[in-house]
C-alpha cells in the first residue's frame, strides 16, 4: 500500500525540526502527527511547551509554531503494510533542499526513531544547513 506523509507544522522562523519516518494508521487515519495514544510525542511536547494530548489538536500546533518547533517526516511516500518502520519500502524522500531554504533559522533536527534517523542520513543529510546539527532520538512510538 502506498502511503503519503503530511504537510510539516512549521513557520518560516522555525529553529527546531523534529522529523519522524512516516505517519502509522492511526495519524493517517486522524490525519494528525503522532495520532496514536501510546505515542508518547505529545506527552513529551505537553512537559517541554505545553502542548500535551489534552490540548486540542489545532492548538497544539500553534503552540509548537510560537515555539519555533517544526514536525515533518523524512519519507513523503513509501511502500507499508501496517505501521512498523521495519515495513517501510520504496522510500521516496520529503524535498529537504526547498525546505531548509524556506525555513533557515532551522538549527537543530531530532530525529525520532531509528528509521528516521537512516533515511534522513540517506536521503536529506546532504541538505543540512550550516550550522545546524541533528540527533537521532529514541522513538516515541509504543512499538
Same mark, same amino acid.
Given at each position: 500500500? #502506498?502511503?503519503?506523509?503530511?504537510?510539516?507544522?512549521?513557520?518560516?522562523?522555525?529553529?527546531i525540526?523534529?522529523?519522524?519516518?512516516?505517519?502509522? #494508521?492511526?495519524?493517517?487515519?486522524? @490525519?494528525?502527527?503522532? &495520532?496514536?495514544l501510546?505515542? &508518547?510525542?505529545?506527552? %513529551?511536547?505537553?512537559?517541554?511547551? /505545553?502542548? /500535551? %494530548?489534552?490540548t486540542?489538536?489545532?492548538?497544539?500546533?500553534?503552540?509548537l509554531?510560537?515555539?519555533?518547533? !517544526? =514536525?515533518?517526516?523524512?519519507?513523503?511516500f513509501?511502500?507499508?503494510?501496517?505501521?512498523?518502520?521495519?515495513?517501510i519500502?520504496?522510500? =521516496?524522500? @520529503?524535498?529537504? !533542499?526547498?525546505?531548509?531554504?524556506?525555513?533557515?533559522? %532551522?538549527?537543530?533536527?531530532?530525529?525520532?526513531?531509528?528509521?528516521? &534517523?537512516?533515511?534522513?542520513?540517506?536521503?536529506?543529510?546532504i541538505?543540512?544547513?550550516? /550550522? !545546524?546539527?541533528? =540527533?537521532a532520538?529514541?522513538?516515541?512510538s509504543?512499538?
Open positions: 500500500m #502506498i502511503i503519503q506523509s503530511f504537510k510539516p507544522i512549521a513557520a518560516p522562523d522555525a529553529e525540526l523534529i522529523l519522524g519516518s512516516m505517519p502509522g #494508521i492511526a495519524s493517517l487515519e486522524a @490525519n494528525q502527527y503522532y &495520532a496514536h501510546r505515542n &508518547a510525542f505529545w506527552r %513529551i511536547m505537553g512537559e517541554l511547551f /505545553g502542548a /500535551g %494530548i489534552e486540542p489538536y489545532a492548538e497544539r500546533q500553534e503552540i509554531l510560537a515555539r519555533r518547533v !517544526a =514536525v515533518w517526516d523524512v519519507l513523503q513509501c511502500q507499508r503494510y501496517g505501521s512498523l518502520d521495519s515495513n519500502k520504496d522510500e =521516496v524522500p @520529503n524535498d529537504f !533542499a526547498r525546505f531548509f531554504a524556506a525555513h533557515p533559522h %532551522i538549527r537543530r533536527i531530532g530525529l525520532n526513531g531509528g528509521k528516521a &534517523a537512516k533515511s534522513f542520513d540517506k536521503h536529506a543529510s541538505y543540512l544547513p550550516t /550550522g !545546524a546539527a541533528s =540527533v532520538l529514541p522513538s516515541t509504543s512499538a
